[in-house]
């Protein structure tokens, strides 16, 4: 099923704005995402429905993400039938907020596509349909240096499976990409299922994640007029998940294991370091899910930690010494590499330095 043909042919020009970055209250917004120095991040913030039920049967909203990037697509999906340990009972009770639906994603200044449906489904058959993809999906976790792809065919399965229903109706949907013209940067859109003449847009606020309506952002009250969804990008400099990305992995089993040779003098442990170093730095360079910036941060992460350890086993110290911590402490063996244990830290150094292949 092709959904972007699906929503164009609903032929209606519905309400899809990005909110001004002054309504929306206490929030980062407005910040341009730049290329080889962002990730952005595309999340849920809320949807609603204003039928729930016609006659005596119920239905529940979903939402359908479909991101593409570089090369890159990523499937997702956001309703209650995902609390999968809520039961499927009463779901029209539970609130879905704030669920990422893409990324981190490394920026390259390449158009970004983005589509998005929030759909009206039958609530008994949403229900089991999503808490089967979710298991499904939770079979692979933990895994992530494999099955991106085994994890997309599960997802567009169970979008499949949903859509398929006789009594599943497209509330809203939306295709929009983000191009030299239109330039990709954080904040909220909000889709509405109206034409757009309906909506004062003046009048619409984000508080507390929320979408409200009102003269002010003080007085102003949940919106209910029609089924909207709210759709945020983020900007975001560094992927703290990066020890998990493929091929960084395989890098600390090596360095760790030159650490802990405990055969090895000094001069033949920073050798040997030396000799890994550049192979790491061309990974880092070379992964698509780290921006030119944030490799050039994590290898200067890296150099720092492998460098302090070098220290701490040439002074005999039988401990690491975390010199760059607010309070000089000895917590582990100088062996133990551990990337997921890295300081927060950014260093100083610019990142084309950082990915250099004489930091030992």
Known sequence: MNVA???????????WRRLPDSQAVGEPTGQLIEPDRAYFVVRLNEMYLGTRRTLWRRFRPLVHGFTTHAGR??????GPGQLQQLGEANLERVVVLNTRLAGPIAFDDGDVSLVVGLYSVP????????????????????LAAGPVTQLADVVKTGVDSILGLAATRLRLGVSDVFFAGNPLRSGFHVGIGTPEENVDVDRLWLRDGRLMMGVDPVVARPYTDHDYMVVQIERREARPDW????????????????MGDGALLPADRRNRLAAVWPAFCRTLADSPHLTRLDAGRIAGQVSDDLKARL???ESASPFE???????????RKPADVDFADLPEHFA????????GDDLF
């Not at 043909?5 to 309400?15: C, I, K, P, S």
């Not at 100083?348 to 990915?355: D, Y």
């Open 5 to 15: 043909d699906l929503f164009r042919a609903q032929g209606t020009r519905l309400f």
């Open 348 to 355: 100083a150094v610019g990142p084309e330095a950082r990915l």
């Open 321 to 331: 010494t975390r010199s760059w911590a607010e309070a000089t402490v000895a917590t």
């Open 243 to 258: 020890p998990g990305l493929p091929g960084i992995a395989d890098f600390e089993q090596r360095f760790r294991a030159v």
């Open 123 to 142: 609530g008994d058959d949403a229900a089991t349909a999503l808490v089967a993809t979710v298991g499904a999906a939770a079979g692979l976790a933990g």
């Open 311 to 313: 220290r701490a086993m």
């Open 73 to 78: 697509e990523e499937h997702s999906i956001a």
